[in-house]
């Protein structure tokens, strides 16, 4: 609650936020890719706090099966 932090706006952040903000001006959705410790998740979810959408993230492992990920769905779903 409150006057909360944010991430440190940077010329990949800002590319990052207007790539996905045309993502979502068109109604789909967005993944950023890249190596591990870039901020790629935390840049999605600062985004997200910032005009006030829902962000899930998972990580895809190779023990996440498609029952795995069913239930996953079924959460959002009921949600």
Known sequence: LGNS???VITPLTDRCYRTLMGAVHLDV???PEGPAGTGKTETTKDLAKAIAMQCVVFNCSDG???LAMAKFFKG???S
């Open 5 to 7: 932090s944010r991430l």
């Open 76 to 78: 959002l779903a009921a």
């Open 64 to 66: 996440l099966d498609y």
């Open 29 to 31: 959705g967005g993944a």
